[in-house]
């Protein structure tokens, strides 16, 4: 059994020193000094449970444990509660207390744990600390339910991350080998951002139900989301590149210059070099910031996760921050769009915001580095305060320019042309949605084409006059009436 723990540890996400604590207590049984009660912390799916049932199984002591499915242990009790479990365990046997999930085996008056469960827990450590002859192994997705107090009382506190791209193929070719060709393992690690070892394995299930082939998978990986991401817009792969966008010198040359310490990181590191990993897109509505951020992820060729700020709203704030900034720290090769950023943070302005300051204090909390790009769009930027605007590297987005909108009209105008009996003077179109966004062009746009299908009629240059003139009245309505 110490072969098999010593294989999970292997190909586990733990830090050397997480290691090496989770050896300590199967090589040192008798050894006073060695720690006696662990914490396994991390996201569903990561492995903690699978590795405290292994190490709970190579001790091979009496087991009593709470948890929300049953386990097989040759030598066990389960309890129900708390309460139950104390007095299993106030003796002096040798035992192992095993608390799997405990964020879900809390009892909780609204979101606070119930007081009976919280003195029955501390009662539970005081026991641990007092008898040398038993070991406490407790799983937790999230440590909301604790306070200083109580993870005071462990001794070992065991951090599991989401799989890396080597763990990810690892775990594939130990599971799947008979399965999965070699491609497409290299192709599930390296395009399965957010997912961890459930995810995977579902991916492969669904996968195998139409045979197992690089386009069944791709197809899997377009329509399964992981349980990260639930709550999220993620696209895998954008087809749009830095060199279709036209005009905006000063935005492509940043985002080129992103692009090329991603691609060649190790010369960057090498020169001393450090790529801008906050980015804040300045500008009114449809002036291309989401455009942009699509292309800086075709070019880098990886996933973007598309957040609306004013959804952020509808969830808990505060968690949400906390999500997304947590997700920056730890996926490397994505970007994190935020939408509209400043409703994200409700309607107070500036530095005085709470969830600013919740952002600003997450962003710097645990000392992790921001490994994915962060990219915060806004209309407003003033609403997002000094400090936050500080550190980000601010791109603005003004109006399309008469370049820009040419080409955007004329690319519209060659898709139609052969499927319409219509002719459209682009460059009249491109001179006549001055001060437009590409938003409201795309709406013009979509207008005079309704206009045709519906009467058969040219597109003349009248017809285009009366078409925008019409949308200019329809957008100062809403300015005047909201």
């Not at 242990?73 to 007095?87: P, Y």
């Not at 989401?290 to 968690?319: H, K």
């Not at 139609?416 to 491109?430: K, Y």
């Not at 709406?443 to 019409?470: C, P, S, T």
Request: proline share 2%; glycine share 6%; net charge positive.
């Amino acid at each position: 059994m110490k072969e098999t723990i010593s294989t999970i540890l292997e190909n586990s996400s733990l830090s050397e020193s997480d290691k090496r604590q989770i050896k300590s207590l199967i090589e040192s049984k008798n050894n006073p000094l060695a720690s006696r009660s662990f914490i396994l912390q991390g996201d569903a799916g990561v492995g903690k449970t699978f590795l405290a049932e292994n190490l709970i199984e190579s001790l091979g002591k009496k087991v009593v444990y709470m948890s929300c499915a049953g386990f097989g242990f040759k030598n066990s009790a389960r309890c129900d509660s708390f309460k139950d479990l104390l007095k299993k365990i106030d003796n002096k046997e040798e035992q192992i207390i095993f608390l799997d999930d405990l964020n879900y085996i809390f009892k909780k008056d609204r979101f606070e744990i119930n007081s009976e469960d919280k003195r029955d827990f501390m009662n539970i450590l005081e026991i641990i600390r007092i008898r040398k002859n038993k070991i406490l192994i407790v799983t937790l997705n999230d440590w909301v339910d604790l306070d200083s107090r109580m993870i005071d009382r462990f001794e070992a506190r065991i951090i599991f991350d989401l799989p890396t791209d080597e763990e990810k193929k690892n775990f594939l070719k130990n599971n799947f080998k008979k399965l999965l060709k070699h491609d497409i393992i290299e192709h599930i690690s390296k395009n399965t951002i957010g997912y961890n070892y459930r995810d995977l394995n579902v991916l492969v299930k669904i996968s195998y139900k139409t045979g197992i082939s690089m386009e069944s998978v791709k197809e899997a990986i377009k329509n399964y989301k992981p349980s990260q991401l639930f709550g999220f817009e993620v696209e895998n792969i954008s087809n749009t590149k830095l060199s279709d966008i036209s005009e905006k010198k000063d935005v492509i040359k940043t985002l080129s210059r992103i692009a090329q310490m991603y691609k060649k990181e190790n010369l960057a590191e090498q020169l001393g070099m450090k790529r801008a990993n906050l980015l804040l897109f300045q500008g009114p509505p449809g002036t291309g910031k989401t455009y942009a951020a699509r292309a800086l992820a075709g070019e880098i060729e990886c996933p973007i996760i598309l957040v609306e700020g004013s959804n952020i709203q509808n969830m808990d704030p505060c968690a949400s921050i906390n999500k997304i900034v947590s997700m920056a720290k730890r996926f490397e090769k994505c970007i994190i769009f935020i939408d509209e950023a400043e409703k994200m943070f409700n309607s107070r302005w500036g530095d005085d915001n709470y969830l600013i300051g919740e952002f600003n204090r997450a962003l710097e909390s645990d000392g992790k580095k921001i490994k994915a790009i962060v990219i915060l769009a806004s209309n407003d930027v003033n609403r997002l305060g000094e400090a936050l605007q500080d550190r980000f590297t601010t791109l603005k987005f003004g109006m399309p320019s008469y370049g820009e909108r040419f080409s955007f009209c004329k690319n519209k105008a060659d898709l139609a042309r052969g499927r319409i009996s219509a002719q459209i003077n682009h460059d009249f179109l491109a001179r006549i949605t001055k001060d437009m966004s590409f938003r409201d062009i795309e709406r013009l746009w979509n207008e005079l084409m309704f206009q045709h299908i519906e009467n058969g009629k040219d597109i003349d240059e009248e017809v285009i006059h009366r078409a925008a003139r019409e949308l200019r009245k329809e957008e100062e309505g809403k300015i005047i009436f909201g």
